[in-house]
């Protein structure tokens, strides 16, 4: 059974930086794609970022230029480098895996997104 853990998220003031980490255990993470998500409460969980087994990310249009998500499969984990943050980056950050064709949360009927990792921007 696969297992996800966020760590990382802390209070930053704005144009600050944050390193979140997501280790994964369970399964053979190299074979994983990983993704991160964020919600903001009251809204819908928005993708962040997504990167495939074989390292190629792809990321949302407002984390583009300020984001970076990579991985090291030696440690199993997938990281979220956030930099320039504003306000509105303020969320729950939540990592995703997906093993095969299927995310692990992000589909009908998933694993719950657990507390994932706070994030707060402010002054």
């Known amino acids: 059974q696969v297992k996800l853990v966020e760590s990382g998220g802390a209070l930053v003031q704005p144009g600050g930086s944050l390193k979140l980490s997501c280790v994964a255990s369970g399964t053979i993470f190299s074979v994983l794609d990983m993704a991160w998500h964020r919600q903001v409460p009251g809204k819908q969980r928005e993708l962040v970022a997504h990167?495939?087994?074989?390292?190629?990310?792809t990321y949302a249009d407002f984390a583009k230029g300020r984001f970076t998500i990579s991985r090291d499969n030696g440690a199993k984990t997938v990281y979220l480098q956030m930099n320039n943050l504003s306000p509105e980056d303020t969320a729950v950050y939540y990592c995703?895996?997906?093993?095969?064709?299927?995310?692990?949360?992000?589909?009908?009927?998933?694993?719950?997104w657990g507390k994932g990792t706070l994030v707060t921007v402010s002054s």
């Open positions: 990167i495939t087994s074989g390292g190629k990310p």
């Open positions: 995703d895996a997906k093993y095969g064709s299927a995310w692990l949360k992000n589909r009908d009927g998933g694993a719950p």
